[in-house]
């Protein structure tokens, strides 16, 4: 199984963030994980990755509600940078959010790939992992 180089993890929460990087790591999926506490974090790391002071994300798993900067208007600046800092990422919603309209919202916005509810488990990463990337 080929390895992801980089995943970001865009999420407020200390517990869900250590069971996120404890699935991650029972895959041995990426070869490094970045947490990024809220949306503004997130965006700056992906900044300093377009310079390339850092390890690109392949996959980011963005929270909807953070404070801060949330999910949603973390989107509204990711889709403002550089082609080089937004790269090939594939962003996928992971929340708890039953609310059908944040899924009505995740799906019409192109930059959204996925949308998932928490808490993330091997199954899940694995259908993201088969579904958005070449395995092999």
Same mark, same amino acid.
């Given at each position: 199984?080929? =390895?992801?180089?980089? !995943?970001?993890?865009?999420?407020?929460?200390?517990?869900?963030?250590? %069971?996120?990087?404890? @699935? %991650? =790591?029972?895959?041995?999926?990426?070869? $490094?994980?970045?947490?990024?506490?809220?949306?503004?974090?997130?965006?700056? #790391?992906?900044?300093?990755? *377009?310079? $390339?002071?850092?390890?690109?994300?392949?996959?980011?798993?963005?929270? %909807?509600?953070?404070? *801060?900067?949330? *999910?949603?208007?973390?989107?509204?600046? #990711?889709? =403002?940078?550089?082609?080089?800092?937004?790269?090939? @990422?594939? @962003?996928?919603?992971?929340? &708890?959010?039953?609310?059908?309209?944040?899924?009505?919202?995740?799906?019409?916005?192109? @930059? !959204?790939? *996925?949308?998932?509810? =928490?808490?993330?488990? &091997?199954?899940?990463?694995?259908? %993201?992992?088969?579904? #958005?990337?070449?395995?092999?």
């Amino acid at each position: 199984m080929k =390895k992801l180089n980089s !995943i970001l993890l865009v999420e407020d929460d200390e517990i869900t963030n250590y %069971i996120n990087q404890m @699935v %991650i =790591k029972k895959l041995d999926c990426a070869e $490094h994980v970045q947490v990024a506490w809220n949306g503004a974090d997130a965006l700056a #790391y992906l900044k300093q990755c *377009g310079e $390339h002071a850092c390890q690109q994300p392949e996959l980011i798993l963005l929270d %909807i509600n953070m404070p *801060g900067l949330n *999910g949603w208007e973390f989107l509204d600046e #990711y889709s =403002k940078l550089d082609d080089e800092e937004r790269c090939k @990422v594939v @962003v996928v919603m992971l929340t &708890t959010s039953l609310n059908p309209d944040d899924k009505k919202r995740a799906t019409d916005n192109p @930059v !959204i790939a *996925g949308f998932r509810s =928490k808490p993330l488990t &091997t199954a899940v990463l694995e259908e %993201i992992l088969s579904q #958005y990337f070449i395995r092999g």
